[in-house]
């Protein structure tokens, strides 16, 4: 194993015993763009060695989002999906931890109409409130 694969292990490792520590049973949802493929299996692997009892993936792809926002019309940037709430909702009330790993580019939306990154944001803010408030009061563990 390389150096740079023994420090990522151990990044992995921190972020789930530190980061969120995970607990015996606990569910853990890992969001991350494709792109970090690599550290979210090592994450997957120490929670599973942790006892987490499911680690769901979250990807995203920037290249993917790009297409999505230079060709999907304005209004589907004004609905976020039902059951991606919902399933946040659900991990949250049985006590999930909740790990981000952002690695997109900045210049991923340069050039992209701000109204559609806008509304986006405003359809997801109000169909994830609920998961926010787990969040926001620390009933649950997160990081990202």
Partial sequence: MSSFEKQLDQYAKTIVEVGV???????????AYTESVDLVRLVA????ERGAKNVHI???????????YEHAPQDVFEQF?????????????????F????????DLLRG??????????KAAGSALHTYRQYVQSDKVAWTS
């Fill in 21 to 31: 520590n995970v607990q015996q049973g606990q569910e853990v949802v890992v969001s």
């Fill in 45 to 48: 692997k120490h929670a599973y």
């Fill in 58 to 68: 979250r990807w995203s792809d920037g290249v993917l989002t790009r297409l999505k």
């Fill in 81 to 97: 999906p039902e059951w991606e709430a919902q399933m946040m909702e659900t991990i949250a009330k049985r006590g999930g931890a």
């Fill in 99 to 106: 790990i981000t790993i952002l690695s997109e580019s900045p």
């Fill in 112 to 121: 992209i109409d701000s109204k559609k990154i806008a509304s986006q944001q």
